[in-house]
């Protein structure tokens, strides 16, 4: 609940803190004292639109802070506050401020962490709401009626959203699996065409090397064949250097033992003929790698161009032409397998349609059975409130299957008659402010203990009645703030004697300064100001005594 509001410089008020307890708060004064100041200050806390001219004349810029306090953190505040990455500690204060320049520039800080302003606005409905004159937010808003009756009914919202989410789910694999057969579909007959012309080739892994290695052999062989024909018309035949050699060793073995120098000769020229006989089998290696096999050259060319042909066509390397191969085979593959596949993802999607749709008709059955309890509620309030001839109607309406949601398949909207035989019509567009007031006050009266913010405010809810109706709207307000917390704004004294706590308003000037003041009243300022209620501007023993009773009757 709000706890302490803080205002700098707003309008006519310099500097006020307010301390609020639970229970009913009222807050009275004169016309014109500044109390919609107040509220505008707690507006643009709460994320209103910044306006300059709420800056107060002679100053740079105005502040507001209000500090919220909760026994446990509402989770719609918790959620919110996660998402933007502020921890609030358990028992910590939730710290809201604004600050405002003459220019229209504005910060917002929570927790003293520099914030959006659609932070705060985000915030602001699980805080503070807000039912005045013009009021076209809170239960005037049919967005959000069809939440205050699930909250009334009690329907099971999470397995209805959960159906939902798994329902959706599998809609959108069925979609994704219908998009990649069709698309598959669409490129089988090319698949086919591209594998068949791949598989005709049928690549080889590091065919490539191979094929251009021995392309380069037989070109070159092309080119040194003169030159090896010549070299081993030398090297064969019995006056070749080599048999020479051979020759000259074994008649040197024959002598070499007739002197030293003659077995080192020897030596060497074995040397010689063994070097030599290493040199003709390399030649002749080199003869049979470089043979020249003009077919065999051309069979390579061939195929190397064929092979890189295709790679280019498929934008790849020579070398990746198996593993497109098959890639293009498990894409076959799973066209065949996709379209067994989208039967089972069919059954799922019908199976969750069914679940969803089953628990939404229970969800609906449970609106529909409690929107009846809550127009009886809410009918019971309208004759007190001096509204007997108004009736109110909870519409529960089916939504076509478009427009069905993870809140179920139902509209829902609050409708009012002003009039006997009048048409029922939405909420903020029938009623006049101060029945619009009063109507929502039997709507929160009936909907009391079912959810809603921590502070809940009604500005002059009571204009324009009196007695016995404003006694009975003092009576609600007491019974809504029992165990909350609830601000009232009231010009009745039959309102303001309920209060708990009693906040008197009030506007003074000393020479072109004016200013206004917030006072926190004690026993005896509560019973002048009701007093000053009742009687107007001379306060009379009889307004007194009036004040007296009307307070020993709460």
Request: proline share 3%; hydrophobic share 45%.
């Amino acid at each position: 609940m709000l706890t302490l509001l803080s205002i700098r410089n707003i309008v006519l008020i310099e500097a006020l803190d307010l301390s609020f307890s639970g229970g009913l708060g009222v807050l009275t004064g004169e016309t014109g004292a500044g109390k919609s100041i107040l509220l505008d200050a707690l507006g643009l806390v709460l994320g209103n639109r910044a306006d300059n001219a709420l800056v107060r004349a002679g100053t740079d810029q105005a502040s507001v802070t209000a500090t919220f306090e909760f026994s446990r953190l509402p989770d719609a505040i918790r959620e919110v506050l996660a998402d933007a990455e502020i921890d609030v500690e358990a028992g910590e204060p939730l710290i809201l401020r604004r600050r405002l320049k003459q220019d229209g520039v504005s910060k917002a800080f929570v927790n003293d962490q520099p914030v959006s302003v659609a932070l705060l606005r985000e915030l602001a409905p699980a805080l503070v709401e807000l039912h005045g004159q013009h009021d076209d937010r809170g239960l005037v808003n049919p967005r959000g009626h069809r939440d205050l009756l699930d909250l009334y009914a009690g329907g099971d919202i999470a397995g209805v959203a959960a159906a939902w989410k798994a329902w959706r789910q599998a809609e959108a694999r069925l979609a994704d699996a219908r998009e990649a057969v069709d698309q598959a579909k669409a490129d089988q007959d090319l698949l086919l065409a591209h594998l068949a012309e791949l598989s005709e080739l049928e690549p080889q892994a590091g065919e490539e090397a191979r094929l251009a290695g021995a392309r380069s052999d037989m070109q070159k062989g092309e080119k040194l064949s003169g030159d090896l024909a010549e070299l081993r018309h030398l090297w064969e035949g019995s006056d070749a250097p080599l048999a020479l050699l051979r020759v000259a060793a074994r008649r040197l073995d024959r002598i070499a033992p007739e002197h030293p120098l003659l077995a080192e000769a020897l030596a060497a020229l074995d040397r010689a003929v063994i070097e030599a006989g290493e040199a003709e089998d390399k030649l002749s290696a080199a003869a049979d790698a470089l043979v020249h096999d003009p077919a065999a050259l051309d069979a390579a060319e061939t195929r190397l161009f064929e092979l890189r042909a295709l790679a280019r066509k498929h934008r790849c390397e020579v070398d990746a032409l198996p593993s497109l191969m098959r890639t293009m085979r498990d894409q076959l593959d799973a066209i065949e397998g996709g379209e067994a596949e989208l039967d089972s993802l069919e059954a799922a999607a019908r199976e969750t349609h069914q679940v969803f749709r089953a628990r939404a008709e229970a969800l609906h059955a449970m609106r529909v059975a409690a929107a009846l309890r809550l127009d009886e509620a809410v009918a019971a309030e309208l004759a007190p409130l001096k509204l007997d001839a108004a009736r109110f109607k909870t519409a529960v309406a089916d939504l076509p299957e478009e427009r069905w949601s993870a809140s179920g398949m139902d509209a829902v909207e609050f409708l009012i008659a002003t009039n006997p035989g009048a048409d029922f019509a939405p909420l903020g567009k029938i009623a006049s402010g101060g029945e619009l007031s009063r109507f929502i006050l039997a709507l929160k009266v009936a909907l009391a203990e079912k959810g809603g913010a921590a502070t809940i405010i009604f500005d002059e809810i009571d204009r324009g009645v009196g007695g016995a109706v404003a006694s009975a709207i003092g009576e609600r307000l007491a019974r809504l703030a029992d165990g909350s917390q609830l601000l009232a704004v009231t010009h009745s004294p039959q309102v303001a004697a309920r209060g708990n706590t009693h906040y008197m308003i009030a506007k003074s000037s000393e020479g072109t300064v004016t200013r206004t003041s917030v006072t926190l009243l004690d026993v005896t300022g509560r019973k002048e100001e009701i007093a000053r209620m009742l009687s107007g501007a001379e306060i009379t023993s009889e307004a007194r005594a009036q004040a007296d009773r009307l307070l020993e009757g709460v």
